[in-house]
DNA sequence: TTCAACATACCTATTAGTAGGTATGTTGTA
DNA sequence: TACAACATACCTACTAATAGGTATGTTGAA
């Protein structure tokens, strides 16, 4: 796992990159404030000491975990917005269920973005930022998808796409946080399956 | 503020009272790995060792607040409920309304439930069952109201109070989570309009 | 004189972060 | 092409601060 004294080779990821790794799923399943540098050390094999290195700061880090959460997404969603074979309507509940597979299917895992929200008053203002862009990424997606449907007139007539996809996005979150809680996936299809079939 | 040496007047809340409400109010704002027991000293005026005479540890302070609030939460919940002047879908709304109020604009406080059930994952099983109560009353009085207006043919035709109910739920606390994310209280009204509007 | 309700004074564990050192890799220049 | 100078990527050892928690002492009121 460590670089030091060998090459990097293409099975080998950098350690940075599994610092940054390993705080993305630490953080989706503890939370900011419940994690440690103590944690990552234990499972990317590297001194604590040492993570400071590449993240002078905790916040550092968070940062990173965002920057990077949100390349990743934008890809993800790429990869279903342009996909010709679907409908709107189709690619936002694949969208949906793309989502619920990457985190709570995914040992429980809330989504990054949600689990640093929460803390939003006790976060810094660089990992605040981070986290709106992060949110505002995903939000503006669905609303771009939202108003292809609705050109199309594939969703009701008088649908409003920024309102919809604002409280689609919620409604997202929400339901995840209460899929967690009670630890019932029926509860975000369910959920999801109603605010669907009702908004668009 | 301490009861030592004094009487417990009217105008005085006795000390355990006063730390189950100012470790409601650090939950709410910072969360449960966010605060501790100095915060709670500094702001009671109590020393921390204190506070373990009356919860020996904080999982016990925790129980005692979520309790707390489900017996604050269920009598303001009947007051809305048992207003006979109000339609059920006026009684939903006015419960939003009521939700916000006592969150977001009150120091941008999440809701108590909401902040602990992120946590679900680092919390001791005391502490998550009192969650799962307190949220359970919530979303059983949105499914009686929902179930009460669907009888007197308020609702759409097909609703099913259930699933609606726990959709209800999970936007609201979703939406609460973005707008304090993005410090804009239209958020909540604005997603919280088209969810009621759409759904019921 | 008992005892509830505190305070004092501590403990152990953990936190993020720092200081200084070391082995290896890279690079510009003579 | 040799090598000094520097960069990279770690290490050990440490710090100050904070965490939750405990054992014991004090005090005023019933």
Known sequence: MLNQHYNITSAMKDTKQCIIDEGTHLIQTRGYHAFSFQDISNKVGIKTASIHYHFPTKTDLAVAVVVSQKETTEKHLHNITSNGALTEREKIKLLCQSILATTYLSEEKMCLAGMLAIDILTLEPPVAQAV?????????????????????????????????????????????????????????????????????
């Open 132 to 200: 709106q862009n992060l949110i505002g990424s995903i939000e503006a997606t669905l609303a771009k998808l939202i108003s292809n449907g609705a050109k199309t007139n594939e969703f009701r007539r008088d649908i409003d796409a920024q309102s919809t996809a604002t409280a689609l996005m919620a409604t997202i979150e929400g339901t995840l946080m209460l899929t967690r809680l009670f630890k019932d996936e029926n509860r975000f299809t369910d959920a999801m399956d109603v605010i669907i079939s009702r908004l668009l």
